[in-house]
């Protein structure tokens, strides 16, 4: 059965730092797409960055710059390296990944696997 574990989430003021990771069991997070979503309260679900099959990253207009997604193949885990946070970044953050390989941000609606989430919370 596959597996995505998110960790790192917390509290921060503005202007910190966090690291999320994303730990993937029976999964090829080598192959496939995977990408990180973060839902804050009474809104939808939104797609934050995305990297494809072939390592390439693609991010939301609101995180970029500021937010970098990454892959260690070897442990089979993902990464959202999230600088300079805002308040308006407060929010669940998940994981997630296809069952095929992509080459550009599929929908979300074609995300198989999700994690349960890891809550980020940045003050003023």
């Known amino acids: 059965q596959v597996q995505l574990v998110e960790s790192g989430g917390g509290s921060v003021q503005a202007g910190g730092s966090l690291r999320l990771s994303c730990a993937t069991s029976?999964?090829?997070?080598?192959?496939?797409?995977m990408g990180w979503f973060r839902q804050a309260p009474g809104k939808e679900r939104e797609g934050v960055a995305h990297i494809d099959t072939d390592g390439s990253a693609t991010y939301a207009g609101s995180v970029k710059g500021r937010f970098t997604i990454s892959k260690d193949d070897a442990n089979n885990t993902l990464y959202l390296q999230m600088n300079s946070l805002k308040p308006e970044d407060t929010a669940m953050y998940y994981c997630?990944?296809?069952?095929?390989?992509?080459?550009?941000?599929?929908?979300?609606?074609?995300?198989?696997?999700w994690g349960q989430g890891t809550q980020v919370t940045v003050s003023s």
């Open positions: 029976r999964y090829a997070s080598s192959r496939y797409c």
């Open positions: 997630a990944g296809t069952n095929y390989y992509c080459y550009s941000p599929p929908l979300i609606s074609e995300y198989k696997y």
